[in-house]
Every structure is written in C-alpha cells, then in structure tokens.
C-alpha cells in the first residue's frame, strides 16, 4: 500500500488550493484512471505530476469547467494483476468474507446479487473451490462489456451477469431477496446520500440472514462510520469491519436481521459519479 501512496504527495504539492482534489476510491493512481476537462488525457499513461500540471492548466484555462472524472473501468482491474497491489489485498479480504458468508447459508440454493460487479473476481472464483459454491445462484450486474465478457467467461451455470445498470432497482426483479449481497467498489463512487440510499436499501435486497459485503476507502473524510451505521440501522449485524490502516481501503460485512421488505421496482439508488471514457 506503500507503493500506491508515493505518487500522490508531489501532486498534492503542485496543486494551487482552489483546485478540486482528486477523490479515487484508493490512495494514488490507478492505471485506467484519466480526467477529462474535454480533452480526454489517460492518466494510466502519464506520470503522476504531470497529470496534475495538465489538471492544473486546465482549470487555470477554464475556471468554471467542473472536471468530470473518467476511468476506464477494465483498465481499473489491472492492480488486481499484482497480488502485492492495494486492489489485491483488498480482493482477498473480500473473498475472506464472501467465503463466511456461504459458511453461514441455509441448506439449499444460495441467491447471490452482486451490484456494480466488474468481473465477479471477488466471487466467481471462489464457487470451484467452496463447498458450497455449486448451490449459488444468481446475478451479478455490471455496465462495461468488457467486464462482463470477462464474468461471463468466468461464471457457472445459474449465474447470470446482464449488463445493466445496478443504480437501478428494476435490474434487481427476479433476483431477491439475495442470501449473499456484494456492493463492492460502489461507495467511493457514488456520493454519500446514493451509499445511504443503497445502505437503507438492504432489507429490500436480502432474505433473513443475508451476508451483505461492502467496500469503501478510509480516505478523509472518512465515509465508513456513517456507513457502518447505515447498515446497521438497516438491520445488519456487522460480523467484520478489517481496514487496511487509515486512508487505505476498508471491507465491512454483516448478516441482514432487519424485517424484509418487497422491492420497490422503477427506483434510483446511485449514480456513479465518474463516467466512463466516451
Ligand atoms: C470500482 S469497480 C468495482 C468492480 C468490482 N465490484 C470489484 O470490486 O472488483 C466499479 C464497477 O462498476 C461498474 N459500473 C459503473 N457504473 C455502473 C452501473 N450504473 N451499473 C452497473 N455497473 C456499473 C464499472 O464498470 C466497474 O466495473
């Protein structure tokens, strides 16, 4: 994790203070992540100071442009290529807790939602080699086709992986109440009203006794206490909160005891505030 924060100081540095901080979901740059004043420059292909004086010209050439966040949202996988990376120790803390989780299932079939699911690697591979992974059933929703092709080629029978809009409650009929909820990599890109919205959501979402895994970056100001209380006015007893240290990343996981309610189809709980390269 070390290795992920050197780039930000010098940047942080050179920028004048009425510039808008960057907010990534992790410390430091991610190869895929660009900023977009119209220009459409990759950061993942340029050093991190100079993206910050490209970033800095920009808003000095146009004050009022409002940056847009742009991240190649395949290219946003590749940490997860190096098992030393930040992404990677994250993986694992995930897996860690999608395992518990079907450790803790009823006999029976295991109903799995996962929202904004990129390539399922924080479940797919764990259903080969988990006692219980030949009774998941269930969707994983994701956007990019890229990562879908990806989950598709990963993910047995039964699963399916639609590319869809997760921030929408319709994409979500006739795939609850889940057993196993995943809303990983959401938090840090959706604002905090849309991450209490979907917190609040969970007792539309999960059947009693769910596991719900969450992520979200520690980063000031640190979003994870309001959201651990979200969840937990929602109804789900926290089982695990592991960080990896102030401002690095942060895996929560529970279990649903709240009362059930029908899901509200035609309902809008995010929008990812970053856009995908046009
Ligand atoms: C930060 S990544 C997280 C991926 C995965 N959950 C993980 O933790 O490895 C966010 C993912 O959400 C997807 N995404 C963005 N907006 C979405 C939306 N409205 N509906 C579904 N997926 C979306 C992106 O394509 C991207 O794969």
Aim: with cysteine; proline share 8%.
């Amino acid at each position: 994790m070390a290795r992920l924060r050197k780039g930000i100081p010098t940047g942080r540095r050179a920028r004048p203070r009425q510039v808008p901080r960057l907010r990534f979901g992790f410390r430091g740059s991610l190869p895929g992540l660009r900023w977009s004043d119209g220009g459409g420059l990759a950061a993942g292909t340029i050093p991190e100071t100079d993206r910050v004086a490209i970033e800095t010209a920009a808003i000095k050439r146009a004050p009022s442009v409002r940056l847009a966040a742009v991240t190649d949202w395949a290219a946003w996988h590749t940490p997860y290529d190096d098992p030393d990376s930040a992404l990677s120790h994250r993986l694992r803390a995930v897996r860690a807790e999608v395992a518990s989780g079907l450790d803790r299932a009823s006999e029976g079939p295991v109903r799995l939602l996962s929202l904004c699911a990129g390539r399922g690697l924080d479940v797919l591979p764990l259903l080969s080699v988990h006692a219980r992974g030949p009774d998941v059933r269930g969707r994983l929703i994701e956007l990019d086709a890229r990562n879908v092709e990806v989950s598709r080629s990963l993910a047995p029978d039964g699963i399916e992986v639609p590319r869809a809009d997760a921030g929408s409650t319709d994409t979500y009929i006739d795939a609850v109440p889940a057993d196993l909820l995943l809303l990983c990599g959401i938090f840090g890109n959706i604002s905090d009203e849309d991450v209490a919205r979907t917190a609040g959501a969970v007792p539309q979402l999960c059947a009693p006794g769910a596991t719900v895994v969450w992520t979200r970056s520690t980063h000031a100001p640190d979003l994870t206490p309001a959201v651990r209380k979200w969840f937990a006015e929602a109804g789900v007893v926290e089982t695990a909160f592991v960080t990896e240290g102030a401002g690095g990343w942060a895996v929560g996981a529970g279990t649903f005891h709240g009362q059930p309610q029908p899901l509200v189809p035609g309902c809008r709980l995010f929008t990812f505030t970053r856009r995908p390269p046009a």
